[in-house]
């Protein structure tokens, strides 16, 4: 039962993580950027948010346990 709490969490995050990316990066190309410019600006999204959900996720397993 954990397992799948667990896989389907980091599912959801993934998907969260790329419809983010791909946000930025079509409001990039929106704002005139060029293909390479909004495809570094989406990769620096998905890792920030992959990064803010890992962090919030250690301090609330702190709580937690």
Do not use: E, P, Q
Request: net charge positive; no cysteine.
């Amino acid at each position: 039962m954990t397992v799948a709490v667990v896989l389907l969490a980091t599912a959801l995050v993934i998907v969260i993580a790329l419809l983010a990316a791909a946000g930025a990066g079509k409001l990039a190309r929106i704002d005139g950027a060029t293909y390479s410019a909004a495809l570094i600006l989406a990769a620096t999204t998905f890792a920030a948010v992959i990064t803010l959900t890992a962090t919030v996720a250690s301090v609330i397993a702190v709580f937690l346990i």
